[in-house]
C-alpha cells in the first residue's frame, strides 16, 4: 500500500506569485486535510475535502484554496504569496475523521 | 487556533529511561492523537484515544486520557536514541473537522 506523496517537496516563489501543491492520498482515503507549519510550530489547519467537498476550514484568508479530485488526490493553491507564507505544507489524508491520519512528508515553501 | 498545549517544550534523557510528555487541551474532544516528526518532515501516528477510553498501549508507548481534567500523556519507556523526535498531541473534537494540533514536546534521547 502506497502512503500519502506530495509535489514538489521545496519550492522558491517571490511575493506575490501564485503556487499550486499537490498531494496523492494513500489508496482507499476519501479525506484528506491540509496543514500548514511554522518552523518551530505546531500545524496549523488549513482545510479538508472529504469526497471533493470542502468539509471544514481553518482560520486562513481566501487567497489559500483547495481542490479534491475523483480518484481523491488533491491541491493546494495559494494566490497573492507573503513572505509570512513560507512554511511547511502538509497533506494527511484518511479514511474518515476519527481514525488517525497518514501524513506526506510536505512540501517546503519559501517566498522571497 | 492551537488546541493542544505540550509539556514540556523539550526533554533531554538518556537511552534506556523513560520519557513522559503532556498533552492539556481546551475544549470536549471526540479523540486524542499523539504524533511523531522527525527534523520538520512529515508527521508519523503513534496512537488515538478516543474520549470514552482511559489508556492505550501501543508497543513502547502507553498513552493516558483525563477528560475531566482535559489532559493526555505520552510515555515512552525504554527510549532509544532513535525516539528523538518531536512529539505532538492533536485533539478532533465533535463538531468540528479540523485536527488541532499544540506546539509539540522536542525529544532528545542521548545514547
Known amino acids: 500500500e502506497t502512503g500519502v506523496t506530495q509535489s514538489p517537496t521545496h519550492l522558491i516563489k517571490t511575493r506575490g506569485q501564485q503556487v499550486t501543491l499537490r498531494c496523492s492520498s494513500q489508496?482507499?482515503?476519501?479525506?484528506v486535510s491540509w496543514y500548514q507549519q511554522a518552523l518551530g510550530q505546531g500545524p496549523q489547519f488549513i482545510f479538508q475535502?472529504?469526497?471533493?467537498?470542502?468539509?471544514g476550514r481553518g482560520n486562513f484568508p481566501p487567497r489559500f484554496s483547495g481542490l479534491q479530485f475523483p480518484n481523491y488526490s488533491s491541491e493546494l493553491n495559494v494566490n497573492a504569496l507573503e513572505l509570512d507564507d513560507s512554511a511547511l505544507y502538509l497533506c494527511?489524508?484518511?479514511?474518515?475523521?476519527?481514525?488517525?491520519?497518514?501524513f506526506g512528508s510536505g512540501t517546503r515553501l519559501t517566498v522571497v | 487556533s492551537q488546541q493542544g498545549e505540550e509539556d514540556p517544550q523539550a526533554l533531554s534523557i538518556q537511552e534506556g529511561e523513560n520519557a513522559t510528555m503532556n498533552c492539556s487541551y481546551k475544549?470536549?474532544?471526540?479523540?486524542l492523537q499523539w504524533y511523531r516528526q522527525n527534523s520538520g518532515r512529515g508527521l508519523v501516528h503513534l496512537i488515538l484515544?478516543?474520549?470514552?477510553?482511559r489508556e492505550k498501549h501501543s508497543g513502547r508507548l502507553r498513552v493516558t486520557l483525563d477528560t475531566s481534567k482535559k489532559s493526555s500523556s505520552l510515555l515512552i519507556t525504554a527510549s532509544r536514541a532513535a525516539d528523538t523526535a518531536s512529539y505532538f498531541c492533536?485533539?478532533?473534537?465533535?463538531?468540528?473537522?479540523?485536527?488541532?494540533f499544540g506546539a509539540g514536546t522536542r525529544l532528545t534521547v542521548k545514547p
Open positions: 484515544i478516543r474520549s470514552n477510553e
Open positions: 489508496s482507499g482515503h476519501n479525506t
Open positions: 475535502y472529504y469526497r471533493e467537498e470542502e468539509n
Open positions: 492533536a485533539t478532533e473534537t465533535y463538531n468540528n473537522n479540523d485536527m488541532r
Open positions: 494527511a489524508s484518511s479514511l474518515e475523521t476519527g481514525y488517525g491520519y497518514t
Open positions: 475544549t470536549s474532544i471526540n479523540n
